[in-house]
């Protein structure tokens, strides 16, 4: 049976990486995907490939940071798919910041670009989905937070930490409509951007601080939002979810 046969659900970000493997790992369940990135080339390509393998799959261009189009993915999707089940806010910075440099050094412009995407990026395509959602007294929105959140990680960190309140404060607002807010908050994974950002030798240095020696994966990722996607998780808003091996140290 298919976990998500008859939902449509939006993964942002999901030209490449983690988003892409997310809105795969949603079409394998039977959902109907609309994946949104601002990377319009990529975006569509992921699609195409979804569908060549039989797969409803939309790509459609979307700068998260920008209401107008934010709200042009949730018409076109409405539109083009028939509703709005799941959105999976992933669209984030990281494989580029230098996470070790404190927040009073960074440049208020690359503050401004980040807390943009990583936060108000979530804010706006929560906004947006949300009419659809109330219209059919159902909806799942899961916001991908970072044990970043726990760490001096710079504005990558506040902008992770300030998901959680807007995960918390957004869930409230809609619970009565029959809509959830979670957040999935991913250790270390050994994926695209961390490839780029951290080297392996380093990398290795970090999961063995995890109870669970091994790297995280994007399956193990979407395990919990599947769960909390599901109506499984009813019962469930409001919530962050650390799925990270079992690190909770700072370092």
Known sequence: M????????IVTGAARGLGRDYARFFAEDGAAVALADVNSEGVRDAAKELASSGATALGIECDVTDLRSAEGLAERVAKEL????????NAGIWGDLDMRRGVLE???????????VNL??????????????????????????????????????????AMHQLTFASASEVAADGITINGVAPGTIYNEATQRQV??????????????Q???????????????????????TGQTIYVNGGRFSLF
């Not at 091994?214 to 998780?233: E, V």
């Open 2 to 9: 298919e976990h998500f046969g008859g939902k449509v659900a």
């Open 106 to 116: 960074t440049d208020p412009d690359y503050w401004d670009f980040v807390m943009g």
């Open 120 to 161: 108000k990026g979530a804010w706006l395509c929560t906004r947006a989905v949300v009419p659809a959602m109330r219209a059919q007294r159902r909806g799942r929105i899961v916001n991908m937070s970072s044990i970043g959140s726990r760490m001096a990680a710079g504005v990558y960190g506040v902008s992770k930490l």
């Open 214 to 236: 091994r790297a995280g994966t994007s399956r193990d990722m979407y395990g919990a939002i599947r769960w909390l996607a599901s109506d499984d998780a009813e019962w469930v």
């Open 199 to 212: 080297p392996r030798e380093a990398f290795e240095q970090l999961v063995q601080g995890n109870l669970i």
């Open 82 to 89: 028939g509703r709005i089940d799941i959105l999976v806010n």
